[in-house]
Structure formats: structure tokens, C-alpha cells
């Protein structure tokens, strides 16, 4: 594997592509989903029914056709040249919070109804209780989602060669087109994918363990 050593540079920038696009959209998917969640559980029928449209869309097609909608059709129609960066970010983060709006909602619903009495009766407002004292301790319950999540999305970023992104796959992919190494050029990528990976999860356990809430558990 000594023929790797002239193409790190090439493999640490398609790393560090691939990271940025899944902290993006893992960060940014929450906050959206934290919104999604409220949304649903507190924005009428008519909200609620958006968001179920919404979530269906982004959970139940791949990530490469939802890329390639919004890098050859709609910037088509809307007469916009579309930047890779961005619909890769946009992309990853509209998936990611379809799914992290389940998480939040769950939990949500975990720790919703005593703590909701518990606010209301030293004077908080509903708005005030649902941000100040039930989505605190959602958010903690979550953490192993985000765990699960990181590692999809990260899974999921090869996608971006769809739309001339090099992430590290995309990178793999053309050292193997120029030196017709696959066996040992895909087993080193996919160490470094099972590396990064298994030290996210090992660090969200870590967090877990620190923040959980004793008795509240829920399924993801």
C-alpha cells in the first residue's frame, strides 16, 4: 500500500470534504428537525399533514435522486446556476431533518406530559416550557440517534460525486481510474470510514452516559 502515500494529500482533502458535508447536515438537520418536530406536535392539522408530505419525500427516496433534483431540474426552472457546496449541504441537511424530526419528536413526547405540569405550575408559559424544560431534556435522549444519523449521513456523502464533489470516495474512486488498485485503494478508504465513524459513535456513547436521564429511554 506504499503506492497510497503519494495520493494523501488528495485522500486527507476528500476526507475533510466528506466531514464537512456530514457535520453540516447533521448540525443543521437538527436545528431544522427541532422545528419540524414542534411543528407537528404543535402547528395544527394543517402543518402537521406539510410535515408528514415532507418527511415521507426526503425519508423514503435516495439522497443521490434528491441531489440530482436540486443540481439539474429545479435550479433549471428557477434560472440559477447551482453551486456544488451548497446543494450538498442543503441536500444533507433536508434529509438528515426528516429523520432527526422523529428523534426529537419522540423524545419530545417522552418527557412531555409531567414536565409540561411541572412548568405550568411555577409559572412558566406553555412556548416557555416546551423551550426552557422539554426540549433540554429531549435533546439529551436523542444523542444516540445522533449517533446512528452521523454514521448514515456519513455513508451516504459517495452521493456527492453526482454532483462533481471529490469526497473521500469520490478521491478512491480516481486513484483506482489512474492506478488500477482497487483491493488495497477501497480497503484503506474503508478504514478510514470505519475509524471516523467508530470514534463519533464511541464519543456520543461517552456523552450518553454523561447526560442521559435515569428512567426515560426511547426507540430509534
Known sequence: ?????????????GFLLTVEFTIAGVMLGLLFGIILAIGDLYGGKAVSAAIRVYV????GSPIIIQLLLFWFPIPYLLNI???????????????SAAYQKGYVKGAMEAVFEDQMTAGLSIGLSKAQ???????????????????????SLTKSTPGLLYISVMELAGVARGIVS???????????????YLAWISAV????????????????EISV
Open 178 to 192: 489512474l492506478t488500477f488498485r482497487a483491493l488495497e485503494t477501497y480497503g484503506f478508504i474503508a478504514l478510514i
Open 56 to 59: 415521507e419525500f426526503f425519508r
Open 129 to 151: 416550557t416546551i423551550f426552557y424544560v422539554i426540549l433540554p431534556q429531549a435533546l439529551r435522549l436523542v444523542i444516540p440517534a445522533w449517533s446512528n444519523e452521523f454514521a
Open 201 to 216: 459513535a464511541k464519543i456520543a456513547d461517552v456523552l450518553y452516559e454523561r447526560w442521559k436521564i435515569p428512567g426515560i
Open 1 to 13: 500500500m506504499e503506492f497510497l502515500l503519494e495520493w494523501l494529500p488528495e485522500i486527507l482533502n
Open 81 to 95: 446556476i447551482p453551486n456544488p457546496f451548497v446543494v450538498g449541504v442543503m441536500v444533507f441537511t433536508m434529509n
